[in-house]
């Protein structure tokens, strides 16, 4: 039997596309392992699926000073000793790395141990994590066409991001009835993300009355920021977070309220839901979000508002101006080539696994 050794964590945006795998290579025959940080997300997330799970010494790689720069590098040499005697005692046929910083130690222990190995890369331009890894990897697999052009050509193949399977069996009349809403205005979803999105939340509770003359709204609102003095509003439904419920959410969704990253964004895609990208300013992050967004508005599949710009006038404009054109942004969706990835990564990973 074939073994894969999926490795990747840090935040549930660097697992939940290596378990949208999962049932796939399972009913290809595929025995699976998972190795990833001691105590990080991934190792509740996998553990629940009952993948066996392998931790070992993560550091994180940090551009900005800091006083863990000192000792965290001594945990990655660390964690590839533990890497490269944990992949000489399972015997993987492949390494699938879906990035983070424990997959650096993962990634440089396969290739000690003449493992094979793909990477990939949901972002426009690959994360720290993933440059380091690349010098050590076999091939990388891209969600944008843009990112090819960072990559070595003999190791770049655009394959779209995994989606998972269950975020496609969502069912409108669920949504509907988990809000309170009816199908008399159109249905508007703000997803921040599992903690929010601060200024987006303020910005939404001030534009709140004009929002709801014309459209229903459910907010996942992160937290710990629960309104409570909103709770009682008809077309108005707060969640602090929601897992199975996403699916029913979207599916009910006419118009989508975003953050910009990458496995989200792929997921609207993928559902050809219309969409108000309002990526992670710059001085928040890297800019990956910023870049990601900017291809989704330059392929018509997202109207993109910046945070530093938004007001609670040209948000509501813009949930408008992408509710009326809401035709032209599925139809530019549905002649994507991108979509749901896992088939063109399983046709990677059965082509690496055939090679001597």
Excluded at 2 to 11: F, P, Y
Excluded at 126 to 133: C, E, F, H, Y
Excluded at 146 to 154: D, F
């Amino acid at each position: 039997m074939k073994r894969i050794v999926l490795t990747g964590g840090g935040t549930a945006g660097h697992v939940t596309p290596n378990l949208a795998l999962v049932p796939h290579l399972q009913k290809l025959g595929y025995d699976i392992a998972y190795i990833g940080s001691y105590n990080g997300i991934e190792k509740t997330l996998v553990e629940k699926e009952g993948i066996p799970y392998y931790g070992i010494s993560s550091g994180k790689l940090r551009r900005y000073i800091d006083l863990k720069n000192i000792s965290d590098p001594f945990r990655v040499v660390k964690g590839v000793g533990q890497a490269t005697k944990l992949i000489r005692k399972l015997k993987p046929d492949l390494v699938f790395s879906k990035g983070g910083f424990v997959t650096v130690p993962v990634i440089i222990g396969a290739k000690l141990n003449r493992v094979p190995s793909i990477i990939h890369e949901s972002d426009m331009t690959p994360g720290l994590a993933n440059k380091i890894s690349i010098n050590f990897a076999t091939k990388i697999c891209t969600t944008f066409a843009e990112t090819l052009q960072h990559l070595p050509k003999n190791k770049a193949v655009l394959t779209g991001t995994p989606i998972r399977e269950e975020i496609l069996q969502g069912e409108r009349h669920r949504g509907l009835s988990l809000c309170g809403f009816d199908s008399s205005k159109p249905v508007l979803l703000m997803t921040g993300g599992s903690l929010g999105a601060v200024r987006i939340n303020q910005v939404l509770h001030h534009s709140l009355k004009h929002i709801l003359k014309k459209y229903q709204l459910a907010h996942l609102c992160g937290k710990g920021n629960i309104n409570k003095d909103l709770l009682h509003i008809n077309g108005y439904k707060q969640f602090e977070y929601v897992h199975e419920e996403m699916a029913d959410l979207l599916a009910m969704s006419d118009v989508v309220i975003s953050r910009a990253g990458a496995n989200t964004i792929s997921e609207l895609l993928a559902l050809r839901k219309p969409n108000v990208l309002i990526p992670l300013p710059a001085n928040a992050s890297r800019g990956d979000q910023i870049l990601n967004a900017t291809s989704f508005k330059n392929h018509g599949y997202s109207h993109v508002l910046q945070e530093e710009d938004m007001t609670a006038a040209n948000l509501m404009d813009a949930i408008d101006s992408t509710y009326n054109k809401k035709r032209d942004y599925i139809s530019h969706m549905a002649h994507s080539k991108s979509g749901n990835g896992i088939s063109n990564i399983i046709h990677v990973i059965q082509t690496l696994m055939t090679q001597d």
